[in-house]
Nanobody, 119 residues
């Protein structure tokens, strides 16, 4: 059974950095497209950015230039590097990924990790 698990969240001061991990487990061959979302307190889930299967990236305007997404194929883990964090980045962060098991491609969500940015 495939599972995704985010980690790396926590409390950080404005201007600081965090790196979130999205680790996969199970009988997995590769991780393809990775998308990060976040849900600020009291708000709906919003799209943060995407890393496509071929390595292209795109980010929401609110995080562009501050956040990057990467993927370690050997570890079958994806990352969200967040720099120059702002209080408005406070949210629960979720990863979503397309994962291959042989020729089968499934889409999976992690359970989320809390990021709190203090001013």
């Amino acid at each position: 059974q495939v599972q995704l698990a985010e980690s790396g969240g926590g409390l950080v001061q404005a201007g600081g950095s965090l790196r979130l991990s999205c680790a996969s487990s199970g009988r997995i061959d590769s991780i393809a497209t990775v998308t990060w979302y976040r849900q600020p307190p009291g708000k709906q889930r919003e799209w943060v950015g995407i890393l496509t299967a071929v390595g292209g990236t795109k980010f929401a305007d609110s995080v562009k230039g501050r956040f990057t997404i990467s993927r370690d194929n050997a570890k079958i883990t994806a990352y969200l590097q967040m720099n120059n964090l702002k209080p408005e980045d406070t949210a629960v962060y979720f990863c979503n990924a397309d994962i291959y098991q042989g020729e089968y491609r499934g889409n999976y969500w992690g359970q989320g990790t809390q990021v709190t940015v203090s001013s």
